[in-house]
C-alpha cells in the first residue's frame, strides 16, 4: 500500500461512521476500523473473521434478513439495489439496531463512490441514538398533560381514533370511560389550588396502574375529567375494572370535607363498550359514554352508570 492510500486509509479509521464499499454485485471490497470494531462487539460477522469481510456479500446478508421477516432489511436491500441500477443517486433510512444492553438507533446512507469510472458504492452507518432519544423524548412530553404526568387530550384523541381501527381490524372489543371527580370545585374552595393539583396528580398516577397494556391508554380530558380506554376489553371485563377505579379513588382518602356525597374525594363514572367497525366514530363514543356520566351524576354520584349491553351502543 502506498502512502497516499495508507494516508486516505487512516483517515477513514479515524472515522466514527462504519463505512463499508461494495462492488455493484454487493461484494464487500472494504471496510473501515468503526465497521470492524462494531462487528467485533457484536458478533456481527456472518461467519468470518473481522479481517476476512471481503468474501461478505452485503446484499446477501440483507435479503437473508428480509426473508427471515426483518423489514429493515428488506427495505435496504431494495434502496441498496436502487442505488446501484442508477434509479436513486442516494438512498438513506435509519433504523433501529439495539443490543440487549441499550437502545440504539443508526442511519444508513449508500451512494456511488465518486471516482470516474467506478463501479463500487459507498454505504455508512452513522449512530444517530443521542438525536433519536432526544426526539422521543420531546414527543414524550408533548404528549403528556403537564400537572398530572398522564396522556394528554390531543395525545388520547390520536390513540382513540388508532385502537378504534386496530380493533375493527381485528374484531376486538373497546372500552372507554370517563371518569368525572365529584364536587372538585368544593375541594380548592376548602383547600386551596395546590390541594386540588395534588388530587389531580394523585388520581392520575392512580389510573395509570389500570392501563399498562400497549392498548390501554389514560388520559387527563379537562379539569377535574379523565378518561380510561381498554382495548379487547369486553363490557363485563370493564364493569369490573372500573368499579376497582371507583373504589380505588375513594380509598386515596383524599379530604373534601364540605362534599354533600362524602367527605373524602369520590367520582362519577361513564362506561361504554363496543365491539368497532369501520364506520365507528371517536366523537359518537365519547358522546355515549358521556351520557352515562351524566346518568351517574344525575343519580346522585359516587357510581359507574353503562348502558345494559353492548348490542345497545353498536
Given at each position: 500500500m502506498d502512502k497516499k492510500s495508507s494516508f486516505l486509509k487512516s483517515v477513514l479509521d479515524t472515522i466514527s461512521e462504519?463505512?463499508?464499499v461494495i462492488d455493484k454485485l454487493g461484494n464487500i471490497v472494504?471496510?473501515?476500523?468503526?465497521?470492524?470494531?462494531?462487528?467485533?462487539?457484536?458478533?456481527?460477522?456472518?461467519?468470518?473473521?473481522?479481517?476476512?469481510?471481503?468474501?461478505?456479500?452485503?446484499?446477501?446478508?440483507?435479503?437473508?434478513?428480509?426473508?427471515?421477516?426483518?423489514?429493515?432489511?428488506?427495505?435496504?436491500?431494495?434502496?441498496?439495489?436502487?442505488?446501484?441500477?442508477?434509479?436513486?443517486?442516494l438512498f438513506y433510512f435509519e433504523y433501529p439496531c439495539h443490543s440487549p444492553d441499550e437502545s440504539r438507533w443508526f442511519m444508513m446512507r449508500i451512494t456511488p463512490l465518486a471516482l470516474p469510472?467506478?463501479?463500487?458504492?459507498?454505504?455508512?452507518?452513522?449512530?444517530?441514538?443521542?438525536?433519536?432519544?432526544?426526539?422521543?423524548?420531546?414527543?414524550?412530553?408533548?404528549?403528556?398533560?403537564?400537572l398530572t404526568g398522564i396522556a394528554n387530550r390531543r395525545y388520547f384523541d390520536e390513540f382513540l381514533?388508532?385502537?378504534?381501527?386496530?380493533?375493527?381490524r381485528l374484531a376486538l372489543p373497546l372500552s372507554l370511560a370517563i371518569i368525572d371527580l365529584d364536587h372538585f370545585k368544593l375541594l380548592n374552595d376548602s383547600y386551596g389550588h395546590q390541594a386540588g393539583d395534588d388530587c389531580l396528580k394523585s388520581v392520575g398516577a392512580l389510573l395509570k396502574t389500570f392501563s399498562k397494556r400497549p392498548g390501554d391508554?389514560?388520559?387527563?380530558?379537562?379539569g377535574e375529567e379523565f378518561v380510561i380506554v381498554l382495548a379487547n376489553t369486553n363490557l363485563m371485563q370493564s364493569i369490573a375494572i372500573t368499579?376497582?377505579?371507583?373504589?380505588?379513588?375513594?380509598?386515596?382518602?383524599?379530604?373534601n370535607k364540605t362534599s354533600p356525597t362524602a367527605e373524602f374525594i369520590t367520582a362519577s363514572i361513564g362506561l361504554v363498550s363496543i365491539t368497532p367497525t369501520t364506520a365507528s366514530n371517536p366523537r359518537k363514543i365519547l358522546e355515549l359514554a358521556d351520557t352515562?356520566?351524566?346518568?351517574?351524576?344525575?343519580?346522585?354520584?359516587?357510581q359507574l352508570c353503562y348502558p345494559v349491553s353492548e348490542t345497545e351502543i353498536l
Open positions: 462504519h463505512i463499508v472494504f471496510v473501515n476500523k468503526g465497521w470492524i470494531s462494531f462487528g467485533d462487539k457484536n458478533n456481527c460477522q456472518p461467519g468470518a473473521p473481522s479481517t476476512n469481510w471481503n468474501k461478505i456479500n452485503y446484499l446477501e446478508i440483507c435479503d437473508i434478513a428480509s426473508k427471515s421477516g426483518d423489514e429493515f432489511g428488506r427495505v435496504a436491500a431494495r434502496g441498496i439495489r436502487e442505488v446501484i441500477n442508477g434509479k436513486d443517486e469510472g467506478s463501479e463500487h458504492f459507498v454505504i455508512s452507518h452513522q449512530d444517530i441514538t443521542e438525536r433519536k432519544k432526544a426526539e422521543m423524548k420531546a414527543l414524550e412530553l408533548s404528549r403528556l398533560d403537564g381514533e388508532s385502537e378504534l381501527k386496530r380493533c375493527s391508554i389514560c388520559a387527563r380530558y379537562g368499579r376497582k377505579i371507583l373504589k380505588s379513588i375513594h380509598c386515596l382518602q383524599i379530604a352515562e356520566l351524566y346518568r351517574a351524576k344525575d343519580n346522585g354520584r359516587n
